[in-house]
């Protein structure tokens, strides 16, 4: 089936200091999606993206994270500065549409943040 | 609230039994995606099912929106079955699409 990348698959870094995560959506899909999954914890929707803007965020979603997707090549999550209470994995989703459309994931990126 | 309610939270199963994971949901619904999450914390995705019954190998997703709830049904049980299953919601919302998680059923499958 359609697949979803991200890169890297896991990153550990000091806290204060930025992060990006990389994902690279099914090749014909517009819409965009990040999740956070603290471990042994529930999935948490964090943000969905179109057409270079935001169209939802979550209370997850701090000012310290902001999204962009430049000239269609990765669509990116970026920390900065990072916290403790960053440390999770977060799941890059796309769908071809939304309402009622498939959301494809990806394998995530294991975030610890020291 | 929480929108979406899985049962069991837990599940041990002899091999070859069956299982039968429940999802209800308290809000109106776009569509519903099943997926399995590995030990290592992966995602598989198993079902879309928006509505009615999809099969696939041994398993089976029914979705009865009038009764606001989802089903995975896993027949004859292996151990590579043992994970965590998650079911996730798609509200009809005006402002984009966004999936509500479960808290998971942990599946454990014995020899």
């Known amino acids: 089936g359609p697949k979803v990348l991200q890169i890297p698959s896991h990153q550990i870094i000091d806290m204060g200091q930025m992060v990006t995560l990389n994902c690279d959506p099914v090749?014909?899909?517009?819409?965009f999606y990040w999740y956070k999954q603290i471990l042994g914890q529930q999935m948490e929707f964090l943000v969905n993206?179109?057409?270079?803007?935001?169209?939802?965020k979550s209370k997850l979603f701090k000012d310290q994270f902001s999204v962009e997707r430049p000239d269609g090549s990765y669509f990116t999550l970026k920390i900065q500065p990072t916290a403790l209470e960053d440390s999770a994995v977060y799941f890059c989703?796309?769908?071809?549409?939304?309402?009622?459309?498939?959301?494809?994931f990806g394998p995530g990126t294991r975030l610890t943040v020291l | 609230g929480q929108q979406v309610q899985q049962s069991p939270a837990s599940l041990v199963l002899q091999e070859g039994e069956n299982a039968e994971l429940q999802c209800n949901f308290s809000?109106?619904?776009?569509?519903m995606q099943w997926f399995y999450q590995r030990p290592g914390g992966s995602l598989v995705s198993l079902f879309y099912?928006?509505?009615g019954t999809k099969h696939s190998g041994r398993l089976t997703s029914t979705t009865v929106i009038k009764e606001r709830r989802s089903s995975l049904h896993i027949s004859s049980s292996q151990t590579t079955d043992s994970g965590t299953y998650l079911c996730?919601?798609?509200?009809?919302?005006?402002?984009?699409?966004?999936?509500?998680f479960g808290k998971g059923a942990k599946l454990t499958v014995s020899p």
């Open positions: 989703a796309s769908s071809h549409n939304w309402g009622a459309y498939e959301q494809y």
């Open positions: 090749s014909n899909h517009l819409y």
């Open positions: 993206f179109y057409n270079g803007k935001v169209m939802e």
């Open positions: 809000t109106s619904l776009n569509s």
């Open positions: 099912n928006p509505s």
């Open positions: 996730a919601l798609e509200r009809e919302e005006g402002t984009g699409s966004k999936l509500s």
